[in-house]
């Protein structure tokens, strides 16, 4: 099966392909899908098709195509965008450490979607390369990894002139407290817990990349101190 997920736009959903690549699709266009192709599944923003999408003649047309496709209506003023919305493209760059491909993806796609330039890494040795080489504006950073465990890579990191300030926010199925504790001992300005709601998650980030630009690093790691002595 061919899985999907809803960028954040009220008009159209983006299809992963087999072998991770994507293809934007709109929402009419979808529900006009003969049976045998139409959403198996329609909820929480979430989309799973039936079998892939062919290169055929009936693919479905990117955004654009569909939308110049369409009359405007009748006496209809086409919708301006307002002055104070924000960019989508936020011209940031994430580094993604998991060693699950599935979460890897769902984490690409969703904050690729929302503009960011995002990295990725499988294991903790190949998460320290990555960010020495690529000094990203935030880590997301899984703890249970193959050949070095998150907690390691924070502390190679913090130890590296090169990487000590990179921010990291740990994104992990472990929420014990001592877990949390340890987090924060190495540096970390978040901790995100497993199974994650695509969309908060890219929120979230958000949150943290403007807080980070407005100097808020204290800040951030006292709301996270604060969190753990409630827990």
Aim: proline share 8%; aromatic share 4%.
């Amino acid at each position: 099966m061919t899985r999907a997920c809803v960028v954040p736009s009220a008009r159209s959903v983006l299809v992963i392909l087999p072998g991770g690549s994507t293809r934007s699709c709109p929402h009419a266009l979808v529900r006009r899908l003969p049976a045998r192709r139409r959403p198996v599944v329609w909820h929480c923003r979430a989309l799973l098709l039936a079998e892939p999408w062919t290169d055929s003649a009936d693919d479905p047309p990117n955004d654009a195509e569909a939308h110049s496709s369409r009359p405007p209506s009748a006496g209809k003023r086409p919708a301006r965008r307002r002055r104070d919305a924000k960019p989508r493209t936020r011209d940031k760059t994430l580094l993604v450490v998991d060693d699950e491909p599935a979460v890897r993806l769902i984490c690409r796609v969703n904050l690729t979607a929302s503009g960011y330039r995002v990295l990725e890494a499988e294991d903790g040795i190949a998460a320290f390369e990555v960010a020495k080489a690529e000094q990203p504006d935030l880590i997301l950073l899984d703890v249970m990894m193959p050949r070095s465990d998150g907690f390691m890579v924070a502390a190679a990191l913090a130890a590296d002139p090169a990487t000590r300030a990179v921010p990291i926010v740990f994104l992990s199925a472990r929420t014990a407290s001592a877990d949390l504790l340890r987090a924060h001992e190495l540096g970390a300005v978040g901790y995100l817990t497993k199974p994650f709601d695509p969309l908060q998650l890219t929120r979230s980030v958000t949150t943290v990349l403007e807080r980070l630009e407005r100097g808020e690093v204290e800040a951030l790691r006292d709301e996270f101190r604060a969190r753990i002595s409630r827990a």
